[in-house]
T-cell receptor, first 115, second 114 residues
Framework: DQQVKQNSPSLSVQEGRISILNCDYT??????FLWYKKYPAEGPTFLIS?????DKNEDGRFTVFLNKSAKHLSLHIVPSQPGDSAVYFC??????????????FGKGTLLTVNP | DAGVIQSPRHEVTEMGQEVTLRCKPI?????LFWYRQTMMRGLELLIY????????DSGMPEDRFSAKMPNASFSTLKIQPSEPRDSAVYFC????????????FGSGTRLTVV
């Protein structure tokens, strides 16, 4: 039972264009969402997050959008750069009891930005 | 701060052998998590500790897996006996329980069981 789904295993874009990575979730108890970026042979690193009380959060070239009614979030990278090539994981956190700080991850999307 | 430190970085072992993975969390973080990454299942949570106490081990695949956190600066994940299907990258992560930025991950241990 995958509660966080990233349906696109891979995405390829041209340098300078927009990259849009999508994520869907099924658990309505999730109240905080995060994106992590992972390079080969390294651990995932935090990129950007959004609380369920917001619908948008922006940090430089990175913007995360949240649509609670659709249980969908997306990460926009504008403009995309070759150094953005990595695996991007969507993650979600619940708000009840002992699961408060447990993150559930999607399977990841491999982004390739071509020069 | 050196970040979350995992050892070894790579481990190759024969089926049936015992494997021990180690993790040193960031000083001051009071939550520690063990994740496993595979192509089929992505990043899945195995177990997590809060203040050195195991809170949720529902992700531990079976009795062959065990984890301990004897103090705030050290944790181990043990597999005994190991099987080829245990081959994966194992990540340790730590966080402040009320941290807004999620976890800090270590670089992982790539385990290969032959």
């Amino acid at each position: 039972d995958q509660q966080v789904k990233q349906n696109s295993p891979s995405l390829s874009v041209q340098e300078g264009r927009i990259s849009i990575l999508n994520c869907d979730y099924t658990n309505s108890m999730f109240d905080y969402f995060l994106w992590y970026k992972k390079y080969p042979a390294e651990g995932p690193t935090f990129l950007i997050s959004i609380s369920s009380i917001k619908d948008k959060n922006e940090d430089g070239r990175f913007t995360v959008f949240l649509n609670k009614s659709a249980k969908h979030l997306s990460l926009h990278i504008v403009p995309s750069q070759p150094g953005d090539s990595a695996v991007y994981f969507c993650a979600a956190r619940g708000n009840s009891g002992g699961s408060n700080y447990k993150l559930t991850f999607g399977k990841g999307t491999l982004l390739t930005v071509n020069p | 701060d050196a970040g979350v430190i995992q050892s070894p970085r790579h481990e190759v072992t024969e089926m049936g052998q015992e494997v021990t993975l180690r993790c040193k969390p960031i000083s001051g973080h009071n939550s520690l998590f063990w994740y496993r990454q595979t192509m089929m299942r992505g990043l899945e949570l195995l177990i997590y500790f809060n203040n050195n106490v195991p809170i949720d081990d529902s992700g531990m695949p079976e009795d062959r897996f065990s984890a301990k956190m004897p103090n705030a600066s050290f944790s181990t994940l043990k597999i005994q006996p190991s099987e080829p299907r245990d081959s994966a990258v194992y990540f340790c992560a730590s966080s402040l329980i009320k941290g807004a930025y999620g976890y800090t991950f270590g670089s992982g241990t790539r385990l290969t069981v032959v």
